[in-house]
C-alpha cells in the first residue's frame, strides 16, 4: 500500500493514501452511504463537493442488496456510480449494536438477536428477523466481494458501560479473530479486487487494555490501523484519552482510521492526535433533522456549530444557512425556503440539508490540512474552537 | 400578454408565451411543485432537464409557508431559486377534492372539510383542521402575493360522477366567479408583479355545458384559457370528448392550459386537440412507487410507456432505466443500483426515478414539438402509439 506523510506537525500529519481507485489526502472526511447511498445525494453531488472517500457498512450491503449482486456489478464504488476510493467496516458494530434490541424466536421465546461465541456471531436480521453468522472469514469474504479499497477486521465493539472483563473478553475475541481475518484476507482464491485491511484496536475505556490491544494490532501484518470503539463512550474526553494512549503504540507509516467520528470538535481532536481518516452519519443524520453546520461567529463550541432549522425564527430569512459557506445549497437557497420545506416534510429539505452539512466537515477538514500544510494549523483551530 | 403561434398543424400548434421570467416554448408539459418544490427535485435539476414552466398550488401555498412569505422573498419562482416562469391554480381543486374527506367539527359532528355557497368556499385545513374561506377575489389576491406569472381563475370543479343539474350549478358558480376574479384581477392596489390571467372552461362530461362553458370563458376579457375538470373523469376517451367539444370556441391568439394532464397517450391527445400547456403530478408521484416511464420499444400503449422497477427481475440488471434516454439518472445508474435503492427505501430512489419521469415528459413534449416544426407530426405519434 502507497501512504506518504508529505507533513508533520507534532503528532498530526499531512498525508496521501493511494488506492485503484484514486488519491485521498488526509486528514480526509469519509461521508457515510450505509446502504450504498449517502442519504440524499447522489454521486455525482459528491463529487461537487469534493469527498474523496465514502464509507460503507457491510452489516446492511450484506443482507440487501447481498455481497454477490454488487461484485456482478462491478464492486461498490462501480454499483453507486462513485466509481473513487471507498472503505467498508467489518460488519461488527452493527451486528452487535442492532443486536441490542430483542426479537421473539421460532419457539415463541424473547431473546437479543445475537449470540457470541470465540468462533462467529450469530444474529437476526433487523428487517425481518432471519438467521445470520459472521465469522471473521466470512465478514473478509463478503468485504472482499463488495470491492471497497480498504477493508476492516471483524472485531467486537463491546457496547458502553461494560466491566473491564467483559471488555477484556471482546478485545482478545478481536485479536484472535484478527489472524483469522489476515489469513483469509491473503486467501487467493477469495480475492477479487486490489484491496487494502486494516486491524481494529478496541479495549473500551481502559488503558491498559487499550495499550495492550494497540500493541498487538500494531504488531501484525495489516496495510492500515482502525481504532473502534470511541464513539460509543460517552464524553468527548474519553475519545481525546482513547487517542492518548494508544498513540505512543502506533506505527507511523501506516495510515490510522477513527471509526464513527465525528463533530466539528472531535475532528480538530482527530487530526491533532494524528488520525488520517475518519467517517460519521451525523452531517447526512442532522441534515435530516433540520440540523445544520454553521461556521464562526455564527458557529461556536457553545452551541455545536449547530443550528436548528425548524425554529420559526427562520421563517422569512432569507440569508444562506451559513453566510460563510461556498456550497450549492448556501450559493443557491435561503433559510426561509429550506425551513419551509421542512415544515412541510419535502424530500428536498433533507437533501439540501445534508449537501450542505457533508460539505461543511468535507471542507473543514480540508482547511485543517491546509492549515498544517501552511503551518498555522493552531491559529486555525483557536479561530473556531475559542 | 405575448403569444405567438410559430406553426399549426391541424388543429396542433407550436408557439410562445413571453414571460416576465422567460420564454415558454409549446406545447410545454409543465412538472408540479405543490409546495414550492417538485418533490425529490431541485430547481438546479429542472433547469438541466430543460423543464420551462412549474405549476404551484395555491392552496397548499396558502396553508404553508403562506402567500405573504413567499411575497416577501420576491415571489414564487425566487423562493424555489426557480427564477423561470410558473403558472398557480386557483386554489380550488384541492378545496373541493381534499374537502371530500370527513373531519369532526368543533361541536363534534363528523361532517366533509367544505361548505360551498355562491359568494365563497368554507374549507377545513387537511393539514390542522382550521377554518379557512376562499372567495373569488380572496384567490386572486393569493395568487397575486405568490406572483407565478399565470394565474387562474376560481373555479368549482365538480366531482365525478356528478349529475348535470349538479355540474351545471357548478358551472354557473365559475361564471359568475370569473366576472369577479378579473375585477380582482384589475384591482391595481393588490397587484405586486406583472402576471396573466387564465379563466377556467369547466362543465364536466356533459356537451351542452362544455360548449357553453367554452363560449362564455371565450368571450371574457383573459390573457389566456385554462380547461378543468378533464383529469377527473374515468377513461381517456372523456378528456379527448371534451377537447373536440370545446376546441371549436376557443380563440385562436389566447394560450391554453389543459389542468391535470397527463401521460403519454393524453400528452400526444392534447396537443393534437391544440393544448398549448399541460400539469401533471404523476411524473413525481410515479417516481416516488418506483414507476418510470419507458419509450418504444421497451414501453407501448398496452404497458403505459411504465416500467415498474421493484420488480424483482431489475435486481442485477445493469442497464439504464431507459436505454434511449439521455437524461443524468440513465446515463449514471443502472436499473439495479435503483432497484436496491428502492427495496432499502433510501431518499436517491425517488430523486433518480423523478428525474427521469419529469425529464422523460418534458423531452417528449420537446420532440413532439419539433415533429411538428418538422412536419412529421404523424409519424412521430405512430411510433409511440401503434
Avoid at 508533520?8 to 469519509?30: D, L
Amino acid at each position: 500500500m502507497q501512504f506518504k506523510i508529505l507533513k508533520t506537525n507534532s503528532k498530526a500529519r499531512v498525508g496521501e493514501i493511494h488506492t485503484e481507485h484514486g488519491i485521498i489526502q488526509t486528514p480526509a472526511f469519509v461521508p457515510v452511504g450505509t446502504r450504498a447511498s449517502v442519504r440524499g445525494l447522489s454521486a455525482e453531488d459528491l463529487k461537487e463537493i469534493g469527498v474523496e472517500i465514502l464509507f460503507g457498512n457491510t452489516y446492511h450491503l450484506h443482507l440487501k442488496p447481498g455481497e454477490d449482486i454488487i461484485k456482478e456489478l462491478g464492486g461498490l464504488a462501480q454499483f453507486m456510480n462513485w466509481n473513487g476510493p471507498t472503505i467498508t467496516d467489518s460488519g461488527g458494530f452493527q451486528v452487535f449494536s442492532l443486536g441490542q434490541a430483542k426479537m421473539k424466536g421460532e419457539d415463541g421465546e424473547e431473546d437479543t438477536l445475537v449470540k457470541i461465541t470465540e468462533d462467529s456471531v450469530k444474529f437476526r436480521s433487523h428487517i425481518d428477523g432471519s438467521l445470520h453468522e459472521f465469522t471473521p472469514e466470512i465478514s473478509i469474504q463478503i468485504q472482499k466481494k463488495l470491492g471497497a479499497d480498504l477493508i476492516v477486521a471483524f472485531d467486537e465493539c463491546a457496547p458502553h458501560p461494560s466491566t473491564e472483563e467483559y471488555t477484556r473478553g471482546a478485545m482478545v475475541r478481536t485479536h484472535n479473530w484478527l489472524l483469522r481475518c489476515i489469513e483469509e484476507f491473503k486467501n487467493p482464491e477469495t480475492t477479487f479486487f486490489k484491496q487494502y485491511f486494516y486491524g481494529v484496536i478496541q479495549g473500551g475505556v481502559y488503558e491498559s487494555l487499550r495499550k495492550e490491544s494497540a500493541q498487538f494490532i500494531a504488531a501484525q501484518d495489516t496495510d492500515g490501523i482502525a481504532i473502534g470503539g470511541v464513539s460509543v463512550g460517552e464524553s468527548k474526553k474519553e475519545m481525546r484519552q482513547v487517542l492518548e494512549w494508544v498513540h505512543p503504540h502506533l506505527p507511523d507509516d501506516k495510515p490510522r482510521h477513527l471509526l464513527g467520528i465525528g463533530e466539528v470538535d472531535d475532528i480538530f481532536d482527530a487530526v491533532e492526535m494524528g488520525m488520517d481518516t475518519f467517517d460519521c452519519v451525523i452531517p447526512t443524520r442532522f441534515g435530516r433533522y433540520g440540523i445544520v453546520f454553521v461556521s464562526p461567529s455564527i458557529g461556536n463550541v457553545k452551541n455545536k456549530f449547530r443550528m436548528d432549522l425548524n425554529r420559526t425564527v427562520f421563517a422569512s430569512d432569507n440569508q444562506p444557512l451559513d453566510p460563510n459557506c461556498t456550497c450549492l445549497t448556501c450559493k443557491n437557497y435561503t433559510r426561509a425556503y429550506i425551513h419551509h420545506l421542512f415544515k412541510v416534510e419535502e424530500l428536498l429539505a433533507y437533501r439540501l440539508a445534508s449537501y450542505h452539512n457533508v460539505h461543511f466537515l468535507v471542507h473543514l477538514t480540508k482547511k485543517i490540512r491546509q492549515s498544517l500544510l501552511d503551518g498555522n494549523f493552531a491559529e486555525f483551530k483557536k479561530q473556531w474552537m475559542s
